[in-house]
């Protein structure tokens, strides 16, 4: 396929190494503009073609694996050389993103929405490591993206495991809820994930497992805050050693995807009417955290 990534960061250099691996042809949107970018992981390196409209134009996948925050910016100057048949993919931490766009694509423009587990570090030389596997889920975000279950093979083929799931909401509610308790928690009290194991952190996450429950029933999903807590629990013991993006975000005074995260959950709980009043509290906390930091 021909693939136009944009966004190479930590995500998007290991879907662009392992797509360009897998055969694929593929170029890459970045902010400086240049004509090329060589990307490197596991002490492998590809030099990309980069920024080029002609192979925008001809790509029959979009890969967008910017910040959730940046999104729009990164796609509202390229929509333009968007081919009609080409399919979008959206690639990112937290939700919202892809209720702007499915304003912005004709109805017959395939949207796709895709949550992964996989690890990514950059370490200190610039490069990017591949840090732990995990599983991707890639799904419709539209009525048009339900006709291309065939994505899913593309990318398990390019890095395992990926499954098509038809109801993709469900895996991105799930992923959004661990980030919404794993993200916020380490940001707000400068930890590391496993630190979240200690009883102390027991009857905040209890209470904010509760309020998940009860959004995410409002919003179609069945899940129980046994089950929510279950796979919160298991991120954190498998990353225990690891900081949170959001937690690294605050400690270098980078904007964080605390609206897309938590902000995501209280604007869906203002939706149906729940209160979700521990959510709004490490909101609050997590921005002064950030104030706090910039003051300093």
């Known amino acids: 396929m021909r693939i136009t990534l944009i966004g190479a960061g930590a995500i998007g250099t290991l879907w662009a190494v392992k797509l360009t691996q897998a055969g694929h042809s593929v170029s890459l949107v970045t902010r400086d503009h240049a004509s090329e970018r060589t990307l490197s992981l596991d002490g492998t390196s590809f030099t990309l073609p980069a920024n080029q409209t002609a192979l925008m134009q001809q790509s029959d996948l979009w890969l967008v694996c910017t910040k959730a925050y940046d999104i729009q910016a990164a796609l509202l100057p390229y929509l333009f050389y968007l081919h009609p048949e080409t399919l979008v993919v959206l690639m990112h931490n937290g939700m919202g993103p892809h209720q702007w766009l499915a304003t912005q694509l004709p109805d017959a423009q395939p949207l796709l929405l895709a949550t992964t587990s996989h690890g990514v570090c950059r370490a200190r030389t610039g490069d990017y490591q591949h840090t732990g596997h995990g599983p991707t889920a890639i799904g419709p975000g539209n009525q048009a993206g339900h ?89 954190v013991k498998a990353t225990a050693n690891n900081y949170s993006s959001m937690n690294r975000d605050v400690f270098y005074q980078r904007p964080t995807e605390l609206e897309y995260i938590t902000g995501y959950v209280l604007q869906r709980a203002a939706e149906h009417h729940i209160s979700a009043p521990h959510h709004q509290q490490l909101y609050q906390a997590v921005q002064q955290g950030q104030r706090h930091k910039e003051s300093s």
Not at 172 to 186: C, E, H, Q
């Open 147 to 235: 006709a291309c279950t065939f994505i899913a093979e593309v990318f398990d083929h390019a890095l395992p495991t990926a499954t098509w799931k038809r109801d993709i909401f469900q895996s991105l509610w799930y992923k959004l809820a661990i980030n919404s308790v794993i993200n916020p928690l380490t940001a707000v009290h400068g930890i590391q994930n496993g630190e979240l194991l200690k009883v102390d952190y027991d009857p905040i996450i209890r209470e904010l497992c509760q309020e998940l429950a009860n959004v995410m029933r409002a919003e179609g999903v069945h899940t129980s805050v046994t089950e929510i807590r279950q796979q919160i629990d298991t991120v």
